[in-house]
């Protein structure tokens, strides 16, 4: 079986519906139009590939926590602040 072969044309970003019927219906045909083949990477990202570098950066909290021997940029993680009281605060403001 043979792989099927994506062509693709990018009219652009942040156009609206109508923009981008002007400038499909500018050419009069898809024969017109710009086309390039385009493959996926091995995550099988098509348009936007990302980049496998990300992979390689520090990560900002460790596997573990207070492990001081990961590499990360904090040895530790929290929830924030939290008061556990949600349910009860949602019950007390119905009633008033």
Known sequence: MTK??????????????????????????????QWKTIEPNAHGDWINQRNDTFAS??????EKKFDTKTKSFFITFSTGVQSNRDAWDIILQKKR
Do not use: Q, V, W
């Open 4 to 33: 099927a072969k994506i062509y693709y044309h990018d009219i652009g970003d942040y156009l609206s519906r109508e923009e981008k019927f002007a400038r499909i219906t500018k050419n009069r045909s898809i024969a017109n139009m």
């Open 57 to 62: 950066f520090i990560p900002i909290e460790p």
